[in-house]
């Protein structure tokens, strides 16, 4: 799992959006590899977006995979944008843009067979949007809660990964029950008897599966930062976010 | 949307589609680690130790935590004095409404000054961040007071002098109670852990909130109808959400439920659930306390019934009545209260049933006066019936969740709701013959949420095809979208209401599904309303109820909007008949009509094609 992106050869290791930002308008392929993957991790915000704003899950469907042929372009770097140290409000800022200026223009592109597309599960996605909270959260709203799940989502199954590259799958599988402590009805002397491991030792590996979340946790949001000194604040946004 | 579940750990209702399940705030603050690295940041979810610097305070410890706030021991550096600072959550920060009510509580303690009620300092906001501070008391809550033989404070005392102590201390809160009610306010959640016993034993109230300030509009913030309060304490009018009939009475029973609490050790009603707790609290007499407890004193248990009433209107006039009554019990007076009677406890019981005292009545067994209570009783019912209403509702909204923790828990592919069964649920009689079809839906978090979006729906359809074969729809949820859709095309499954945007998939795994309606609204295609048959469905009956030609669509906004095409094609002079290929039925005029003079009307407006029927956009 890479989770950062070395450039210039110097040995310089940023984050993802870091180097998109860096790279600017040059075609570096790193730059295009690294704003390819946040697209494809970060997609579905925008699909809710775009469904919450009245749009039917179809043309949610398509406004999101042209914006994203546009976005892969790298047309918006070049905008004057307040938002652009973090990848969540550049985003959705130029979707916004995109929604108001471009759509037309870029359906008439798609039409002439000039286009990039993000692969996804579109059946997934509405039905990700069907369980999403009725109609009283703003467009905006429900960008920043499903960015938010998406992340937590994200991060989750990383640490799933890992755990399952490093053959402990089943470890996680049984200990990843308690990574809140809030579902408190499955014991730490119940799941020590199944793992055949001491329940202090099972307290330890908790801890440390935890510690591990958090770690990766913030990895990831600095992965959408152009300065990861902002992570603390991004997690407070992001707390906001879903109250 | 399925109600989601509350966090054992914050509080906050963790959303179906959490990740893996996980309460996402509990999961975001991993992200912190254990220590915040700006020490001049609001604290979050405040649950973290450690002297932290607010404003003119240091938070010490935390001591308490509610639904609105966050209570800490704190230190008051320009006062150098103790306090205690009640902060709202800072993830409940965005809703107004709770700002207004979290400020509606300090106001409305703020406007109290009792020697037995909490006092206010200071209320504010402070970077961000609102809270009040308040006297810190030092003791406990009454709660931690009671064991399961009652109310024990020191050392070990007779029965008699136990007693006087807790007359004492209700009679002291029951003042303070009036006062407040003196002053306009209504506490609503009177309960042991909101009254704290210092070192000397005295009451203090505190925690106004869901505190009603009458006499001033916007006052009660609370959702129209929605229960606010602890089940166990909360009088029967409250327990229905009637919160316009909540009255100074209201709190009389609260004190009465603590009073009962106090002598035998639990309170009134108390059932497995919050649920079941109100049920009892609204159907069920409370046993009697000398029917528990041998010792109990008569006349303490009497005043304790009095206050317990289900009529708030049988109960003490006001809490200070209540206290008047203690304290002439602790002076070795006679009380004023009553025990009830045979006759009293008879017209209890034809008030809880009504068909039955009736029915005695009539075939005249019990006394005229009795016949005349159950008359009264009769005329009450309907009332009744709807203030029952309310906790049913709460009875289906379990159901419902027992149904996501099977889905959750289970491996099946998928689960049938049979007819009846969605009868039952949506409170009319089952359907005693007719043909059975299956109509199905795919989730894969939360059949609950699907089942209050089709039962409607459904019932709609049995109630409204009048043809000559009634029908039956039994209601299956599959898991999977793949498996729906095998289903339909073996002929499983009748109908199927796919996630809108699956269908070009669907089309392109199966050309025998069709697609049978779409509908735009002033040209913008906002709602999606899909339902797939196939072709040669091979529902026999059907044909014969609503001419083979089984269609139905459904949008994401209205249980009824797949009646608008049919009415939109009347409009137009479209008879079914004429439809080349596509299969469109004809309503029934009933419906038709229903649906033109119905609150659907606005939508007549919606436009929509069928492929091959209308010229098909070219713009899509």
């Known amino acids: 799992m890479s989770t950062s992106v070395s450039i210039s050869g110097g040995g310089f290791n940023t984050t993802h959006w870091s180097v998109v930002m860096l790279a600017g308008q040059e075609a570096s392929p790193q730059a295009a590899s690294a704003l390819e993957e946040l697209c494809r991790n970060y997609w579905y915000p925008l699909y809710a977006y775009a469904r919450r704003q009245g749009q039917s899950s179809a043309d949610a469907q398509d406004l999101t995979q042209q914006f994203f042929a546009v976005f892969l372009e790298k047309k918006y770097f070049g905008l004057a944008n307040p938002d652009r140290g973090r990848f969540r409000s550049f985003l959705l800022g130029s979707f916004k843009h995109f929604l108001a200026n471009e759509y037309h223009r870029s359906r008439t592109a798609k039409r002439g067979g000039k286009c990039a597309f993000v692969s996804w599960e579109e059946t997934e996605a509405e039905a990700h949007y069907m369980n999403e909270p009725a109609a009283e959260l703003t467009p905006d709203k429900l960008f920043e809660q499903a960015w938010a799940l998406t992340l937590l989502h994200k991060v989750m199954e990383k640490l799933r990964e890992e755990h399952a590259q490093a053959e402990k799958k089943e470890i996680f599988e049984a200990l990843e029950v308690l990574i809140t402590g809030e579902k408190s009805e499955v014991t730490y002397q119940a799941i020590g008897e199944r793992l055949n491991m001491s329940e ?14 958090g770690e990766m946790l913030r990895n990831e949001i600095a992965q959408t930062l152009a300065e990861p000194a902002g992570i603390e604040d991004e997690l407070r946004h992001l707390l906001h976010a879903l109250s | 949307m399925s109600a989601a579940r509350k966090c054992r750990g914050c509080g906050t209702d963790v959303p179906s589609n959490a990740p893996f399940g996980h309460c996402p705030k509990c999961l975001l603050e991993l992200g912190f680690g254990p220590v915040p690295e700006r020490m001049d940041a609001p604290p979050l979810l405040l649950a973290k130790g450690g002297e932290r610097p607010f404003g003119d305070y240091y938070l010490l410890d935390q001591i308490g935590r509610g639904g609105m706030g966050v209570i800490y021991k704190a230190r008051q550096v320009t006062l150098n004095r103790r306090v ?208 528990l407890k041998d010792s109990i004193d008569r006349d303490l248990a009497t005043i304790c019934m009095k206050c317990l009433e289900k009529e708030p209107q049988r109960r003490y006039a006001s809490a200070a009545a209540l206290a008047e009554d203690l304290e002439r019990w602790l002076r070795h007076e006679p009380i004023l209260a009553r025990p009830i009677g045979p006759l009293g406890r008879m017209g209890r019981w034809c008030r809880r049933e009504p068909t039955l005292a009736g029915l005695a009545a009539g075939i005249g067994v019990c006394l005229v006066a009795i016949a005349v209570v159950a008359l009264a009783a009769y005329r009450n019912a309907e009332a009744s019936r709807q203030q029952l209403q309310s906790v049913t509702d709460e009875l289906i909204q379990d159901q419902l969740n027992q149904l996501d923790n099977f ?51 459904i019932s709609f359809l049995e109630t409204n095809t009048a043809g000559p074969i009634p029908l039956r729809i039994d209601f299956v949820i599959y898991r999977h979208y793949s498996d729906a859709v095998q289903a339909l095309a073996e002929g499983r499954l009748g109908f199927m209401r796919p996630g809108p945007g699956a269908y070009i998939r669907a089309r392109q795994r199966n050309p025998g599904l069709l697609v049978l309606a779409k509908q735009l609204h002033n040209g913008q295609p906002i709602i999606y309303g899909v339902i797939f048959t196939r072709a040669d469905s091979g529902i026999v009956d059907l044909k014969k109820d609503i001419g083979g030609k089984s269609v139905a669509s459904a949008d994401d906004d209205s249980t009824f909007g797949n009646y608008v095409p049919k009415a939109y094609f009347r409009e137009q002079g479209i008879h079914m008949r004429d439809l080349p ?38 713009s899509r």
């Open chain 2, 84 to 291: 205690a600072i009640k902060l709202v959550r800072p993830d409940e920060l965005p809703s107004a409404t709770l700002i207004q009510r979290f400020h509606l509580e300090a106001e409305a303690a703020a406007s109290l000054h009792h020697p037995n009620i909490v006092p206010i300092y200071e209320t504010g906001e402070h970077e961000g961040q609102h809270f009040f501070s308040m006297e810190l008391i030092d003791g406990k809550g009454l709660d931690r007071y009671i064991t399961n033989g009652g109310f024990a404070f020191g050392e070990e005392k007779s029965p008699r002098s136990r007693n006087e102590q807790i007359a004492r201390i209700m009679a002291k809160v029951a003042r303070a109670v009036d006062y407040a009610h003196q002053h306009g306010v209504l506490h609503r959640d009177l309960k042991p852990s909101n009254i704290l016993l210092d070192a000397q034993c005295e009451p203090h109230l505190t925690d106004f909130g869901v505190a009603k300030v009458t006499g001033r509009p916007g006052s009660s913030l609370t959702a129209s109808g929605a229960i606010m309060g602890t089940p166990s304490y909360m009088a029967p009018e409250q327990a229905v959400g009637k919160t316009k009939r909540v009255t100074t009475a209201a709190d009389t029973y609260s004190l009465g439920a603590i009073l009962y609490e106090m002598l035998i050790g639990h309170p009134p009603f108390r059932g497995d659930t919050p649920v079941e707790t109100l049920k009892q609290v609204v159907e069920e007499e409370p046993r009697h306390p000398s029917t």
């Open chain 2, 581 to 618: 290929k596509w299969k469109y039925v004809g309503a029934h005029d009933e419906t038709v009509k229903q649906v033109l003079r119905g609150p659907m009307t606005s939508e007549l407006q919606t436009r929509m094609w069928l492929r091959g029927l209308c010229p098909k956009r070219t």
């Open chain 1, 200 to 213: 202090s030792a099972v307290k330890m590996a908790v801890s440390r599966l935890r510690k591990r979340y």
């Open chain 2, 407 to 457: 889905w959750t828990n289970s491996t099946d592919i998928s689960i049938t709701i049979p007819s009846e069964r969605l009868a039952r649920l949506t409170s009319r009689p089952p359907r005693q013959a007719g043909t059975r079809v299956t109509f199905g839906v795919y989730t894969h978090t939360s059949p609950s949420d699907m089942l209050t979006r089709f039962a409607p729906f």
